[in-house]
């Protein structure tokens, strides 16, 4: 813990002078987890993770990068057992530098088109106002988030494709994706290769459609389809979905948003999932920015009732532009469908190195 701290502050104030020339930008999340089970009792858990990125303009192209590190060992999922996940952090006992994201992307009047190793679920089936929320679900809906073995980001690792946004108007826009999912054959969580397979039986393909105006209305609309090649036990494994999500302003204070999607129903995944929640500016103070989020999301079984649901009441306050503190308690009820409830208090603290 302490080496990896030392290694974030070096790289927080080192990134004021190098930094600049090669357009970083750092941030650190630290996550302090008290879980508590109905059956089970109480558990501690940290986990830290480090995302360094930027780009450069090269020759009319764009080239991105982003270098993520990561300790704790696994998500509080792992304790918990709940669908919808906890926490989007999970290390898989990894506790090392690797690349994250890698591409390189060309913008011609509304179209931006580019190729290599980029996260769908920061891009597809995401609302703004939902991401103060520190369970994953109110950022993409479980059953996309979930979708194959290690769902659209497929993290720690990432697969290789090809990405495509055409803003139509100003505010209404149509995005296309396809990537090289990721196998369990394939899949070695302690090892830190990027994942590139370009295998013809595999793909993740994405489509969205939506009207979006800055801080305010936002309306989309999309679906996915997903096919693998299970080589091991020479079968074919196929998911495909639709989801949908309302977010508006009012007052530039009040950010209400409303989510959901339905996929393929599979015996033991998650096929449904239903989100909403509002997230509130400067709820208490004017002087410095705060935020208050107040969600619920509720996640379906195949021929189970009744689903799991998690309430989250989180606060976030801006203590300077470069550090925030954030607290939350998640009230968990049949954590995946387990007949239990649980208590998930966590404690975020956000570092972020300057803009260069």
């Given at each position: 813990?302490?080496r990896w ?29 008290w879980?508590?089970?109905s059956q ?8 830290g ?20 590190g990561?300790?704790g060992?696994?998500s509080?999922?792992r304790?918990?057992g ?6 989007n ?9 690797k690349?994250?994201e890698?591409?390189?992307s060309k913008?011609?009047?509304?179209l ?8 769908l679920?920061t ?6 106002s939902a ?7 109110f950022g993409?809906t ?11 980001s497929?993290y ?7 990405h495509?946004?055409l ?8 995005g296309?994706?396809?990537?090289d999912p990721?196998t369990p054959e ?10 590139v397979?370009l ?9 969205e ?15 996915w389809?997903m096919?693998?090649?299970q080589?091991?036990s ?12 309302l977010s ?8 209400p ?11 033991g995944l ?18 410095r ?8 999301t ?5 021929g ?6 998690i309430?989250?009441?989180i ?14 308690s998640?009230?968990i009820?049949?954590p995946f ?8 208090l ?6 972020r190195s300057?803009?260069?």
């Open positions: 813990m302490n701290l030392a290694v974030c502050v070096l790289i927080f104030f080192t990134s004021n002078s190098f930094g600049k020339s090669l357009g970083m930008q750092g941030s650190y999340i630290l996550d302090n987890h879980i508590t089970l089970n009792g109480q558990q501690f858990l940290t986990i993770s480090l995302l360094i990125e930027g780009g450069r303009s090269v020759q009319g192209f764009e080239v991105r990068y982003s270098v993520l990561s300790h060992g696994h509080p999922s304790d918990i709940d669908g919808q996940i906890v926490s952090i999970d290390t898989e006992g990894v506790e090392s530098f690349i994250y890698l591409y390189v913008k011609v009047s509304g931006e088109m580019s190729v290599g190793w980029r996260d679920s891009l597809y089936n995401v609302t703004d991401l103060l929320f520190v369970n994953s679900s993409t479980a059953e996309w988030g979930a979708t194959g073995f290690r769902g659209p497929i720690p690792q990432i697969g290789f494709g090809a495509s946004w803003w139509l108007t100003p505010h209404l826009y149509f296309a994706a396809v990537t990721l394939n899949y070695y969580p302690k090892q830190l290769q990027t994942h397979l295998n013809s039986e595999n793909h993740m393909a994405v489509t459609v939506g009207y979006k105006k800055p801080k305010g209305f936002h309306f989309a609309v999309g679906g389809n096919e693998q090649a080589r091991l020479r079968s074919r494994f196929q998911q495909a979905g639709v989801y949908g999500m508006a302003s009012f007052a530039n204070k009040y950010h948003f409303l989510r959901y999607g339905h996929g393929s129903e599979h015996p998650i096929y449904a999932n239903r989100v909403a929640g509002i997230n509130i500016e400067n709820a208490f103070s004017k002087n920015q705060n935020d208050l989020g107040l969600g619920y509720s996640a379906y079984l195949k189970i009732k009744p689903p799991e649901e309430y989250e009441m606060y976030r306050y801006h203590y300077t532009k470069k550090l925030s503190l954030a607290l939350s998640q009230w009820i049949n469908f387990s007949d239990q409830d649980g208590q998930v966590t404690l975020r603290i956000h570092i300057p803009k260069s």
